[in-house]
């Protein structure tokens, strides 16, 4: 029974498209993440959420951009996808996010594909 | 630029052999973490361990933070611990925006 919950789990969308990844996670955590993993990079942080406040973000593009309609969701919405975008997203919880020994919540990913 | 690295890249055991996993980081960090991942699959927190040695199950994590290493020691090995590891550092005020290593494929045979 995941408890965090990404949706869809496959996305094929065309170059110059824009398409929205959902996150919901029943935890009770306070912050949120976005991590990207790709073909040929390790997986790598994109931004972090606490109190539904953007706290770190590492992602150069704005083409990104997450939005967090409530305190258990965080979406990441991309916009004029490039097929570089290619990749598996994922999403991640914790308790908190700026306090040592908590442990990092993943879903399952959400894998992009840019055509 | 903060960097993991991971050793061996892949690993091939037989059944119940042990194994151990090497990750150096580019900086000192106060947070290490280790991650298991299916192919495909999500991540799977193992082990907390940002200095010393700590234990779960059948993993022992050893972290020296002036040597800016941690290794991962999987005993016994069963054919479910197949997949990739993968160690995470931290930095003080950013616990949890964790910088990766390339992670080891483990692949145990019968």
């Known amino acids: 029974d995941p408890k965090i919950i990404q949706k869809p789990k496959y996305l094929v969308a065309v170059t110059g498209s824009e398409k929205i990844l959902i996150c919901e996670q029943y935890l009770g955590h306070n912050a949120m993440y976005w991590y990207r993993q790709s073909a040929k990079k390790p997986l790598e942080f994109m931004f972090s959420y606490s109190y539904q406040k953007l706290m770190d973000n590492q992602t150069a593009s704005s083409r990104f951009q997450p939005q967090s309609s409530k305190k258990n969701h965080l979406d990441l919405q991309i916009t004029a996808l490039k097929p570089d975008d290619s990749a598996t997203y994922f999403c991640?919880?914790?308790?908190?996010?700026?306090?040592?020994?908590?442990?990092?919540?993943f879903g399952h990913g959400t894998k992009l594909s840019v055509l | 630029e903060q960097q993991v690295q991971q050793s061996p890249a892949s690993l091939v055991l037989q059944e119940a052999e042990n194994a151990e996993l090497q990750c150096s980081f580019s900086?000192?960090?106060?947070?290490v973490q280790w991650f298991y991942q299916r192919p495909g699959g999500r991540l799977v927190s193992l082990l907390y361990n940002p200095s010393g040695t700590k234990q779960s199950g059948r993993l022992t994590s050893t972290t020296v933070i002036k040597e800016r290493r941690s290794s991962l020691h999987i005993s016994s090995s069963q054919i479910t611990d197949s997949g990739t590891y993968l160690c995470a550092m931290g930095l003080s005020g950013s616990f949890n925006k964790l910088t990766f290593g390339a992670g080891t494929r483990l692949a145990v045979c019968p």
């Open positions: 900086i000192f960090t106060n947070q």
């Open positions: 991640a919880s914790s308790q908190e996010e700026d306090r040592e020994n908590e442990r990092l919540f």
